[in-house]
């Protein structure tokens, strides 16, 4: 019976992506994608899987080209699962997603976008403010004031 190894993981970049050459100059790419749960238990919060992505070759130049910490996006794959045995004889394993395909799940920031965010934002902070936009203004006595010039009474 032929197998079946496919996994599709959405999530963002804890980091920026490791870059690597191996012996034989094929590019490596490493990185690791936060991939919350869509399911938790009554009164906890979500948990978060934090999965290792391997890329190689022309996916891994996309990597280090593209790719940076807290992007969002979607990863294709297929699990892998190394075994070895250490100089003590304990065997260990890793599992990692290598991947097949990348896709961006959000547009790229424009610089223009996010002055816009800060100019409404400003906006929005001055007409909720509207109502006293100096703030508290202390009340004002004429004694308050100096007295440049002499008061006459009677004139």
Known sequence: MAGFNKIILIGRLTKNPEIRLTTTDIKVSNFTLAVDRNFKKENQENKTDFIPVTSFGKSAEFVEQYLRKGMQ?????????????????QWHNKAYVVSSNIVFLEKKKDPA???????????????????????????????????????????
């Not at 996006?73 to 004889?89: A, C, H, S, T």
């Not at 001055?126 to 109502?131: L, P």
């Open 73 to 89: 996006i979607m990863v294709e794959g297929r699990l892998q699962i190394d075994n070895w045995q250490d100089e003590n004889g």
């Open 113 to 155: 976008d996010e002055y816009q965010e800060k100019y409404l934002k400003d906006i929005n902070e001055v007409e909720n403010n509207i109502d006293e936009p100096f703030g508290d203004i202390p009340e004002i006595k004429d004694d308050d004031f100096p007295q440049f010039f002499p008061v006459d009474e009677e004139g």
